[in-house]
C-alpha cells in the first residue's frame, strides 16, 4: 500500500513538512494549496524537492467551487482550471481535487452539473490529468459519496473519478458499504481521516478537530476494508484539520501519522481475504500480557517519606535497597515498588522533580518480551531492551521498554527478570514473619496516567496499536477545578487480569503540568480486592487515614439508589464511594495525594463491572483538595 499524506495535515513551513513527511516513511503527498500559495518555493522547485526526497506529489487541492448556475461564472472558473493544470504540470502531480460546491449559487440540477464536470474533465484530459471529485459534508446540492459517484457516473469520463474522504462519508452517518458498488479505478483518491465523537457543526468538526485513524472514535477499518474490496489501489492518504497538530513538533506528527497507516492497513489486513490484499501490512503478533507486576515511582528526595508512609498503610513492606543507588524495593501482593528517591530521579524521569512523585514506569509480565519489541518496531515503536540497574553492573535484558509519554514507559518483563530484582537489590533478611502477610489485594486493577494534551492523540494511537488495546466509553467529568476529559482502555481478551489504563488530560506538556492536580490531572494506581471493607480495616489498623467523604455524597447515594443506612455508614467511614452499571457495582476508596499529583485508589468489582466510578471524580478530587 502506498501512503501519502496532505500539507495541511503537519505544522511548519512547507519545507519543514516535506522533509518531516519523507523521514516519516511516506511516498509521497497531497499538496494543500493554501501551503504552496504561502511558500517562497516555485513550483518547479518543489518538484525537485519533493524528487530530491523520493516523494511523488500525489495531489492538487482544494479546486472550489467550479460549478455554477452563472455560465460567466462557470467560464472563469474554467479558465481559474487552466491556470492549475499548469502549475501541477510543472509539480508533476496528475490529479486535481474538486470539492462539491457550499455556495448558494451551486448547481442544483444533476444533468447541468454532470455536464459542468465533462467540460472540465475534457479539459484535464487534453493536459493528461485527471479529476477527483469530492463531496464536501456540507456540500449545497452534493454532500455525500453516492451522489458524487451518481455524477461520476452519469459523466462517464476517463478523466473523472471520485475522491472518497472518510471524514465526509462517516461524520454523517452515512453507511459506508456502497463504496463497494463504486469500480476500484473510478476512484481516483483516497483521504483517510478519524475524528473523536463530538455533537457540533460538521463543518467546524472538519476544519478543528479531525485526527489520525486509531485516535477517534469512527469506524476506519471497515471503512478501509470497502475501499480495499472495491478495488482501489491507489495511495492511502491522511488529510487531518486539527489545531493541535498544527502547533505541535512536526517530525513527530509526521511519524505519529505513518504509524495510524500501518495500524489501519493491519486492522483491514485482518478483515480482507488475503487473495484480495496481497500488499497489506501486518504487525507481528506479540505474545499475551498477564497483568502489571511492577512500578516505578519517582519520589524524589523531598517525597520519599510521604510516599513510604502511605505504602506502609496499604500492607507493602520494605523489603530491600539497591546498593548502589537511592532505591528502595516495597512488595506486598505479588506486586513489587520501586521507589526512587534519588537526586534528579536519575532513572528515568529527569528534570520532573517539581510535581513529584510521578509513575515512571508500569512492568507488566509477558513471556516473550521480544515479541513485544517486534511487534513496536514493526509499527515504528522505539522498543528498547532495558538492562537494569543492576548491583555490580549487572544486566537484564529480559525486558523490553516503550515510552508512552515523556515521564512513563511501559516495560514488558520476562520470566527472567524477577530475578534481577533479587541480583540488583539487597534484600531484607526474611524470616520476619511477613511474608506471611494476608494479601490486601488482588492485584493492579488499573493505572491512571495524566496526560499532556499535546501527547493526547499520539499516546492513544501508541496504546490502540501496539497493544491493541480498546477505548471504552470517555467521560467529560465537571470537577472542582474545571473540565476534565477522561479515557480509559483496555486489553482485549485479557481475561480476569486485563491491562487497563485510565488517561487524564492535563493541558500544556509533561515539563509543564506543574501543579496539575489542580486541573485534574492526576496519576494513580488502583489495586483491586475481593472484600473492600477488611482491606479497608486493614488499613486502618495499619494507620491509614480515610478521605473525609462528606455526608452530602452519602445522602445523594441513597437518593439514588436507595442503599441500606448500615452499608452507607460503613462506607463513610472508611471514606469508600459507590457506582453501579446496572448489575455490576463498583466500591472504591483512595488516599490524599501524595505531593501534588499523585494517589492510590483501592477498588472492588462486583459482578462484572465494567468502568471506572467517574460519577466519583468530582467528590474524589474536592476530598482531595481539602486535604491538602
Ligand atoms: O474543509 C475543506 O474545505 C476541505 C477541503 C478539501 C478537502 O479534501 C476536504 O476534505 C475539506
Ligand atoms: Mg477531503
Known amino acids: 500500500?502506498?501512503?501519502?499524506?496532505?500539507?495541511?495535515?503537519?505544522?511548519?513551513?512547507?519545507?519543514?513538512?516535506?522533509?518531516?513527511?519523507?523521514?516519516?516513511?511516506?511516498?509521497?503527498?497531497?499538496?494543500?494549496?493554501?501551503?504552496?500559495?504561502?511558500?517562497?518555493?516555485?513550483?518547479?522547485?518543489?518538484?525537485?524537492?519533493?524528487?530530491?526526497?523520493?516523494?511523488?506529489?500525489?495531489?492538487?487541492?482544494?479546486?472550489?467551487?467550479?460549478?455554477?448556475?452563472d455560465p460567466d461564472t462557470f467560464a472563469r472558473n474554467l479558465v481559474r482550471a487552466e491556470r492549475k493544470f499548469d502549475v501541477m504540470e510543472q509539480l508533476g502531480c496528475d490529479t486535481l481535487l474538486v470539492c462539491s460546491s457550499p455556495l448558494p449559487q451551486a448547481v442544483r440540477d444533476d444533468d447541468l452539473l454532470t455536464e459542468q464536470l465533462t467540460v472540465l474533465a475534457d479539459a484535464a484530459q487534453r493536459r493528461g490529468l485527471r479529476i477527483a471529485y469530492e463531496a464536501l459534508a456540507w456540500g449545497a446540492h452534493v454532500n455525500t459519496y453516492r451522489h458524487s459517484w451518481k455524477l461520476v457516473s452519469a459523466a462517464d469520463h476517463p478523466a473523472l473519478g471520485v475522491c472518497l474522504d472518510s471524514f465526509h462519508i462517516l461524520s454523517r452517518g452515512d453507511d459506508p458499504s456502497g463504496i463497494r458498488d463504486i469500480p476500484g479505478d473510478k476512484i481516483f483518491f483516497l483521504q483517510l481521516a478519524d475524528a473523536p465523537a463530538m455533537a457540533m457543526d460538521v463543518l467546524?468538526?472538519?476544519?478543528?478537530?479531525?485526527?489520525?485513524?486509531?485516535?477517534?472514535?469512527?469506524?476506519?477499518?471497515?471503512?478501509?476494508?470497502?475501499?480495499?474490496?472495491?478495488?482501489?489501489?491507489?495511495?492511502?492518504?491522511?488529510?487531518?484539520?486539527?489545531?493541535?497538530?498544527?502547533?505541535?513538533?512536526?517530525?513527530?506528527?509526521?511519524?505519529?501519522?505513518?504509524?495510524?497507516?500501518l495500524y489501519l492497513e493491519g486492522e483491514v489486513a485482518r478483515q480482507v481475504a488475503a487473495d484480495s490484499s496481497p500488499v497489506l501490512f501486518e504487525a507481528p503478533a506479540a505474545s499475551p500480557l498477564e497483568g502489571v507486576v511492577s512500578l516505578r515511582i519517582a519520589a524524589g528526595p523531598g517525597k520519599d517519606d510521604a510516599l513510604r508512609t502511605v505504602l506502609g498503610r496499604l500492607g507493602f513492606r520494605l523489603a530491600g535497597v539497591h546498593g548502589a543507588h537511592d532505591l528502595q524495593l516495597w512488595r506486598h501482593a505479588g506486586v513489587t515498588v520501586v521507589v526512587d528517591a534519588s537526586p534528579g530521579t536519575?532513572?528515568?524521569?529527569?528534570?520532573?522533580?517539581?510535581?513529584?512523585?510521578?509513575?515512571?514506569?508500569?512492568?507488566?509480565?509477558?513471556?516473550?518480551?521480544?515479541?513485544?519489541?517486534?511487534?513496536?518496531?514493526?509499527?515504528?515503536?522505539?522498543?528498547?531492551?532495558?538492562?537494569?540497574?543492576?548491583?555490580?553492573?549487572?544486566?537484564?535484558?529480559?525486558?523490553?521498554?516503550?515510552?508512552?509519554?515523556?515521564?512513563?514507559?511501559?516495560?514488558?518483563?520476562?520470566?527472567?527478570?524477577?530475578?534481577?530484582?533479587?541480583?540488583?537489590?539487597?534484600?531484607?533478611?526474611?524470616?520476619?514473619?511477613?511474608?506471611?502477610?494476608?494479601?490486601?489485594?488482588?492485584?493492579?486493577?488499573?493505572?491512571?496516567?495524566?496526560?499532556?494534551?499535546?501527547?493526547?492523540?499520539?499516546?492513544?494511537?501508541?496504546?490502540?496499536?501496539?497493544?491493541?488495546?480498546?477505548?471504552?466509553?470517555?467521560?467529560?467529568?465537571?470537577?472542582?477545578?474545571?473540565?476534565?476529559?477522561?479515557?480509559?482502555?483496555?486489553?482485549?481478551?485479557?481475561?480476569?487480569?486485563?491491562?487497563?489504563?485510565?488517561?487524564?488530560?492535563?493541558?500544556?506538556?509533561?515539563?509543564?503540568?506543574?501543579?496539575?492536580?489542580?486541573?485534574?490531572?492526576?496519576?494513580?494506581?488502583?489495586?483491586?480486592?475481593?472484600?473492600?471493607?477488611?482491606?479497608?480495616?486493614?488499613?486502618?489498623?495499619?494507620?491509614?487515614?480515610?478521605?473525609?467523604?462528606p455526608p452530602n455524597y452519602y445522602d445523594d447515594l441513597d437518593a439514588r439508589f436507595g442503599l441500606p443506612r448500615a452499608l452507607l455508614d460503613r462506607m463513610a467511614e472508611s471514606g469508600i464511594l459507590y457506582d453501579t452499571d446496572g448489575d455490576g457495582e463498583f466500591f472504591h476508596l483512595f488516599t490524599p495525594t501524595v505531593g501534588a499529583d499523585f494517589f492510590f485508589e483501592v477498588v472492588q468489582r462486583v459482578r462484572g463491572y465494567r468502568g471506572y466510578g467517574d460519577a466519583n471524580a468530582a467528590v474524589r478530587l474536592a476530598a482531595q483538595l481539602r486535604a491538602m
Open 204 to 261: 467546524q468538526w472538519s476544519r478543528h478537530y479531525r485526527n489520525f485513524p486509531g485516535q477517534g472514535n469512527f469506524d476506519l477499518t471497515a471503512f478501509g476494508t470497502h475501499v480495499q474490496a472495491a478495488g482501489y489501489r491507489g495511495p492511502w492518504s491522511l488529510e487531518i484539520f486539527n489545531d493541535t497538530f498544527r502547533g505541535s513538533d512536526t517530525g513527530r506528527t509526521a511519524a505519529d501519522a505513518h504509524r495510524s497507516l
Open 346 to 549: 536519575v532513572w528515568t524521569a529527569p528534570g520532573l522533580p517539581a510535581h513529584l512523585p510521578v509513575l515512571t514506569q508500569i512492568g507488566v509480565r509477558s513471556a516473550d518480551p521480544e515479541s513485544w519489541a517486534a511487534r513496536a518496531r514493526a509499527l515504528e515503536v522505539r522498543a528498547r531492551d532495558v538492562a537494569m540497574p543492576g548491583a555490580d553492573g549487572g544486566t537484564d535484558t529480559d525486558v523490553v521498554r516503550l515510552d508512552v509519554t515523556d515521564a512513563t514507559s511501559l516495560d514488558v518483563r520476562g520470566p527472567a527478570s524477577a530475578a534481577a530484582w533479587e541480583a540488583a537489590f539487597e534484600l531484607y533478611p526474611s524470616g520476619r514473619g511477613w511474608e506471611d502477610d494476608v494479601p490486601l489485594f488482588t492485584g493492579v486493577d488499573h493505572v491512571g496516567l495524566a496526560i499532556p494534551s499535546d501527547n493526547w492523540d499520539g499516546v492513544m494511537l501508541l496504546l490502540r496499536s501496539v497493544f491493541a488495546m480498546e477505548p471504552h466509553e470517555g467521560l467529560d467529568v465537571t470537577d472542582a477545578v474545571g473540565m476534565l476529559r477522561n479515557r480509559a482502555l483496555e486489553e482485549p481478551g485479557g481475561g480476569a487480569d486485563p491491562l487497563r489504563l485510565t488517561l487524564g488530560m492535563v493541558p500544556g506538556s509533561v515539563t509543564s503540568h506543574l501543579g496539575a492536580a489542580r486541573r485534574g490531572g492526576i496519576g494513580h494506581v488502583a489495586f483491586g480486592c475481593s472484600d473492600i471493607f477488611t482491606t479497608a480495616a486493614s488499613m486502618r489498623a495499619r494507620g491509614f487515614e480515610p478521605l473525609p467523604i
Open 1 to 69: 500500500m502506498r501512503t501519502s499524506i496532505a500539507t495541511v495535515s503537519l505544522s511548519g513551513t512547507l519545507d519543514e513538512k516535506l522533509a518531516a513527511i519523507a523521514a516519516a516513511g511516506f511516498d509521497g503527498f497531497e499538496v494543500f494549496e493554501p501551503d504552496f500559495v504561502g511558500s517562497p518555493l516555485s513550483a518547479p522547485d518543489l518538484a525537485a524537492r519533493a524528487r530530491d526526497l523520493g516523494l511523488t506529489v500525489d495531489l492538487y487541492q482544494p479546486f472550489r467551487d467550479l460549478d455554477s448556475v
